[in-house]
């Protein structure tokens, strides 16, 4: 993929409260099986036992506070755990608490009988006049696992060919990340499009191959040189944050299992990674919180990132 191949989505312009830090919410939620089956079957499960502990989760998350009296400024889920019908609830809730969501839908058929596999962001920001509006920003997923391919077409659906999407850099109020949906971040030149331009990925993932994705997510962070925010089914686990760092500092949360929704935050220090990365390895090499940059780490991205910031 062509390095130019993204399309820059910058929401919140002159604001600059997350640029110092981001506080993430990572969801712990199961992904049912059935719940995805219905969902490509055209029967999405909508009701009131589906809904009303996804809509307790979200009222903790908005009034959660850290020791600094901070509040979650973005919360991720899992791949494919959210009914397409959601949407305008949770773009309300994104809103109303100005705080961002990052979700994978349930496939969507279309008319074609193409099952689409779509991650969305809402991204909630102040307008001029002085209100909050949230915008929603959809994409369809480029790299469809074997796995999936195969169960939909034994269920006689379309996998769609959306191979030439192109990815989304987000400036979100002063921080920029983007986007991967689960086996897209398997691609290598896909992950490298983002080097220098990012503070931080956001991987939604329904994955078994845990142990495959570590490897991925961990190499990543330090090729791309930026915090790695990972969300998979609470099952399946392996949810966490991973860091540019030495291995005793690389994964400052993690999570796993359990039976009720719930959430674990993580503030990344993002103006703590830009210094280090404006520096050259001289002064790298001896850094406690980050390994040093790779080679050709493009600085001239870095200088846009710490500018649109400002």
């Not at 390095?3 to 919140?12: I, N, P, R, S």
């Not at 830090?21 to 009131?48: C, F, H, M, T």
């Not at 796995?147 to 030439?164: D, G, M, Q, R, W």
Request: glycine share 6%.
């Amino acid at each position: 993929m062509d390095a130019h191949q993204f399309d820059e989505v910058t929401v919140g312009v002159g604001a600059t409260d997350l640029h110092d830090s981001i506080q993430i919410a990572l969801a712990n939620v199961p992904v049912d099986g059935k719940d995805i089956e219905a969902s490509y079957l055209g029967s999405p499960k909508l009701g009131r036992a589906r809904l009303k502990p996804v809509t307790t989760l979200l009222n903790e998350v908005s009034r959660y506070r850290t020791a600094s009296k901070r509040k979650v400024d973005l919360i991720v889920f899992p791949e494919v755990s959210v009914p397409h019908a959601w949407e305008g609830m949770l773009a309300a809730w994104a809103r109303r608490h100005r705080i961002g969501v990052v979700c994978g839908l349930e496939h969507r058929i279309d008319h074609k009988g193409q099952a689409l596999n779509e991650v969305l962001a809402l991204l909630p920001y102040q307008t001029v006049s002085g209100h909050w509006a949230c915008v929603p920003v959809r994409r369809l997923k480029r790299f469809y696992s074997p796995a999936e391919e195969f169960i939909l077409k034994n269920e006689h659906l379309v996998v769609p060919k959306p191979k030439s999407s192109r990815y989304h850099l987000f400036r979100w109020r002063g921080a920029s990340f983007a986007i991967y949906n689960c086996f897209e971040l398997a691609s290598i030149e896909d992950r490298a499009i983002f080097k220098g331009h990012v503070d931080f990925i956001v991987a939604t993932e329904f994955n078994r191959d845990t142990s495959y994705f570590s490897n991925i997510v961990e190499a990543a962070a330090r090729d791309l040189h930026c915090y790695i925010v990972q969300v998979n089914d609470s099952g399946f686990g392996d949810s966490r944050v991973v860091s540019p760092s030495k291995s005793d500092f690389m994964n400052p949360v993690r999570i796993k299992g359990g039976d009720n929704l719930t959430f674990v935050t993580m503030s990344l220090d993002l103006s703590a990674l830009r210094s280090h990365q404006r520096k050259g390895y001289g002064l790298q090499k001896e850094a406690k919180e980050f390994k040093p940059t790779p080679p050709d780490f493009p600085i001239a991205a870095l200088k846009k990132r710490i500018a649109l910031g400002k």
